[in-house]
């Protein structure tokens, strides 16, 4: 029986950390401070501030599905009530995806890519008359002019 399956005696509420770098040091710790057992995620095991977790998952957080699973099967699964992530990119998506695997409060995993892709996003503005920056894909110099 490994920590994700043993007897869980903490009665602590649970967030999980996208990453466990030197930039997400300040959320680990603020969150700890609250009272949070911490689970930290990150595919390098010598994650900067990885030591400052209660657990963690050598995973990587640009990959949902995994991570789901692995919390899913978690003994901590049931007190999960958010996600820190102070990253750009796809820790967004998975952060978005996490929250719905777990009916938690956030943005949709739609719209997090919509954030993350400058087309979806200008499509999305356009359907609802926001203005956005006209562009047009060429071909040659030329066509500028």
Do not use: Y
């Amino acid at each position: 029986m490994d920590s994700l399956t043993a007897k869980d005696d903490t009665p602590q509420p649970v967030v999980v950390c996208l990453a466990a770098g030197l930039s997400q040091k300040p959320v680990i710790e603020l969150a700890k401070t609250l009272g949070f057992f911490v689970i930290g995620v990150d595919r390098d095991p010598q994650a900067a501030a990885g030591h400052l977790c209660d657990h963690m998952i050598h995973l990587s957080t640009h990959d949902a599905k995994p991570l789901i699973q692995t919390l899913k099967n978690s003994i901590w699964s049931d007190r999960l009530c958010g996600v820190l992530n102070r990253s750009s990119g796809p820790p967004v998506v998975t952060t978005a995806a996490i929250n719905e695997a777990f009916n938690l409060p956030g943005v949709p995993v739609d719209r997090a890519r919509q954030c993350l892709n400058k087309d979806l996003m200008r499509g999305e503005c356009l359907k609802r008359n926001i203005s956005v920056v006209r562009h047009q894909v060429i071909q040659e110099f030329s066509e500028l002019c």
